[in-house]
């Protein structure tokens, strides 16, 4: 069983490596949406210390939303999808392999970047690593939840939109003790509680979102 | 799966070919009483109910907005059930029935939010604040549009009725969290003032009203969904032959051409 996981995220990080560009157009993104909030609401360094952990939050739910269209659909274009269901092993196992293989490939570089642009916002010194656990903790909800929408829109027309419509509800109560953990470290309240929930929220997402994943893809497959 | 036949049971209404006569039956009824309930709870609650010590006047539109919240979540944890019922058992019509009252708790949800906007103004100053139940409620909302849109987007009526299905379990998670925000952010919004385990702390009448407007909701969205499924199983059921029958006789009823 350990195999079937392993020889599906090794397939997925190579393919991923082989594409870097891909991986490396979310990460422009990432950036991009975080240059233009100053453009946007003016650059008083005051404002966007008060907006950082907020704006980098978001920028990092939209560059992950955006690049949820590519964790099944190049498979279901080419019958890889079909022939992993088709297979005798637990669906469930390589539908995870594949979202960890999604959130290495995708979600850790966003994670690897935010601090950088936490600099350009003027984040003040000690919420970095709080801004880096919430975000390693909060990524992986996302990419969980959003392996469902993203099944489930399988090859749909205007797929992208309704895939936005379908999970960012969804990931609203992740934004709020993701951004909420850096505010309270900033406020001095202390962080721990809001990760501890994030951590939490992962914890039930790992146990539930593959089952409604895989469940999600037998439906959009058949 | 044909069981030896054991008399009349609930059961065979799951049949939509039994489902649709009843369902025709049945709808009228709720919306009379729909109807009736909703002059009383009206009338009970702008000429009956006393002024509100404190909100004067403004408070009475509580007589549409909280009947119309209860609805719109209860209507949710409808939906998902239905979803469960028909992945589990298979059965079609419960995912049709998803179906129909999806609009339904949409249109909920927007009265709710409407109403408690045009209360927040005289009460808070503001039409909309970023508290944590206007928040969940406007998000309940995009909930039911996502499942609207999901299911009217896939062409497939199987894949449909199975990713609607999914996606509509998926967010019944939400409304527990919906319900319980107001308590894990303390915020702006006023408590619950209604609850089962101490004594309500509203005049009777007022609560009379609301409970009264809260049961037309329900018979009215009983009526809607009735009448909205009907045609639904007509066109999903029209390769069989008791569609082509049902429309003959109701063509001929209506004496119009066959």
């Given at each position: 069983?350990?195999?079937?996981?392993?020889?599906?995220?090794?397939?997925?990080?190579?393919?991923?490596?082989?594409?870097?560009?891909?991986?490396?157009?979310?990460?422009?993104?990432?950036?991009?949406?975080?240059?233009?909030?100053?453009?946007?609401?003016?650059?008083?360094?005051?404002?966007?210390r008060a907006i950082a952990p907020g704006v980098l939050w978001v920028a990092a739910l939209?560059?992950?939303?955006?690049?949820?269209?590519?964790?099944?659909?190049?498979?279901?274009?080419?019958?890889?999808?079909?022939?992993?269901?088709?297979?005798?092993?637990?669906?469930?196992?390589?539908?995870?392999?594949?979202?960890?293989?999604?959130?290495?490939?995708?979600?850790?570089?966003?994670?690897?970047?935010?601090?950088?642009?936490?600099?350009?916002?003027?984040?003040?010194?000690?919420?970095?690593?709080?801004?880096?656990?919430?975000?390693?903790?909060?990524?992986?909800?996302?990419?969980?939840?959003?392996?469902?929408?993203?099944?489930?829109?399988?090859?749909?027309?205007?797929?992208?939109?309704?895939?936005?419509?379908?999970?960012?509800?969804?990931?609203?109560?992740?934004?709020?003790?993701?951004?909420?953990?850096?505010?309270?470290?900033?406020?001095?309240?202390?962080?721990?509680?809001?990760?501890?929930?994030?951590?939490?929220?992962?914890?039930?997402a790992l146990a539930l979102a593959p089952w409604a994943c895989a469940a999600a893809l037998?439906?959009?497959?058949? | 799966?044909?069981?030896?036949?054991?008399?009349?049971?609930?059961?065979?209404?799951?049949?939509?070919?039994?489902?649709?006569?009843?369902?025709?039956?049945?709808?009228?009824?709720?919306?009379?009483?729909?109807?009736?309930?909703?002059?009383?709870?009206?009338?009970?609650?702008?000429?009956?109910?006393?002024?509100?010590?404190?909100?004067?006047?403004?408070?009475?539109?509580?007589?549409?907005?909280?009947?119309?919240?209860?609805?719109?979540?209860?209507?949710?944890?409808?939906?998902?059930?239905?979803?469960?019922?028909?992945?589990?058992?298979?059965?079609?019509?419960?995912?049709?029935?998803?179906?129909?009252?999806?609009?339904?708790?949409?249109?909920?949800?927007?009265?709710?939010?409407?109403?408690?906007?045009?209360?927040?103004?005289?009460?808070?100053?503001?039409?909309?604040?970023?508290?944590?139940?206007?928040?969940?409620?406007?998000?309940?909302?995009?909930?039911?549009?996502?499942?609207?849109?999901?299911?009217?987007?896939?062409?497939?009526?199987?894949?449909?009725?199975?990713?609607?299905?999914?996606?509509?379990?998926?967010?019944?998670v939400n409304v527990p969290v919906i319900y319980f925000s107001v308590q894990w952010w303390?915020?702006?919004?006023?408590?619950?003032?209604?609850?089962?385990?101490?004594?309500?702390?509203?005049?009777?009448?007022?609560?009379?009203?609301?409970?009264?407007?809260?049961?037309?909701?329900?018979?009215?969205?009983?009526?809607?969904?009735?009448?909205?499924?009907?045609?639904?199983?007509?066109?999903?059921?029209?390769?069989?032959?008791?569609?082509?029958?049902?429309?003959?006789?109701?063509?001929?009823?209506?004496?119009?051409?066959?």
């Open positions: 069983m350990l195999n079937t996981f392993v020889a599906v995220l090794r397939r997925d990080l190579l393919l991923a490596w082989r594409g870097r560009a891909d991986v490396l157009v979310t990460l422009a993104f990432f950036v991009i949406v975080v240059c233009l909030f100053p453009f946007g609401v003016g650059a008083e360094p005051n404002l966007l939209l560059a992950c939303l955006l690049s949820l269209h590519r964790l099944f659909a190049q498979d279901h274009v080419d019958g890889t999808l079909e022939q992993l269901l088709l297979s005798s092993e637990p669906a469930v196992l390589w539908v995870m392999a594949k979202v960890l293989a999604f959130w290495l490939s995708t979600g850790l570089p966003v994670v690897a970047v935010a601090p950088v642009l936490g600099l350009l916002l003027d984040l003040e010194q000690g919420a970095y690593p709080v801004l880096v656990i919430s975000l390693a903790l909060g990524t992986p909800i996302l990419a969980l939840l959003g392996a469902v929408g993203a099944a489930l829109t399988l090859g749909l027309r205007g797929g992208g939109m309704l895939l936005a419509l379908l999970v960012l509800p969804l990931f609203v109560p992740v934004l709020i003790f993701g951004a909420g953990a850096v505010e309270a470290e900033l406020s001095g309240t202390g962080a721990t509680a809001h990760l501890l929930l994030l951590g939490g929220g992962l914890a039930g037998r439906v959009s497959t058949e | 799966m044909s069981r030896p036949d054991r008399g009349p049971s609930i059961l065979r209404f799951a049949a939509p070919q039994n489902f649709y006569p009843l369902a025709g039956r049945l709808a009228p009824w709720f919306a009379g009483i729909a109807a009736v309930l909703t002059v009383v709870g009206l009338w009970l609650g702008f000429f009956v109910a006393p002024t509100d010590a404190t909100q004067g006047e403004v408070y009475r539109v509580i007589f549409i907005h909280v009947p119309a919240a209860w609805m719109s979540m209860f209507v949710y944890l409808v939906m998902a059930f239905w979803s469960a019922v028909g992945l589990v058992m298979n059965t079609r019509l419960s995912f049709l029935m998803s179906q129909a009252l999806a609009p339904t708790g949409a249109m909920f949800c927007v009265v709710a939010l409407w109403t408690g906007a045009l209360w927040g103004r005289p009460t808070w100053g503001a039409y909309w604040v970023w508290d944590a139940r206007l928040t969940s409620q406007a998000l309940l909302l995009f909930l039911y549009l996502g499942f609207i849109a999901l299911t009217r987007t896939i062409e497939d009526p199987r894949r449909a009725d199975r990713a609607g299905a999914l996606i509509a379990l998926v967010g019944a303390n915020t702006l919004h006023q408590g619950a003032s209604v609850s089962l385990t101490r004594a309500p702390s509203m005049a009777a009448t007022m609560l009379a009203g609301m409970l009264v407007m809260a049961f037309a909701a329900w018979a009215y969205t009983l009526a809607v969904a009735l009448w909205r499924v009907r045609p639904m199983i007509l066109e999903r059921e029209r390769h069989a032959e008791w569609v082509g029958a049902v429309l003959t006789r109701e063509a001929q009823r209506q004496g119009g051409r066959t």
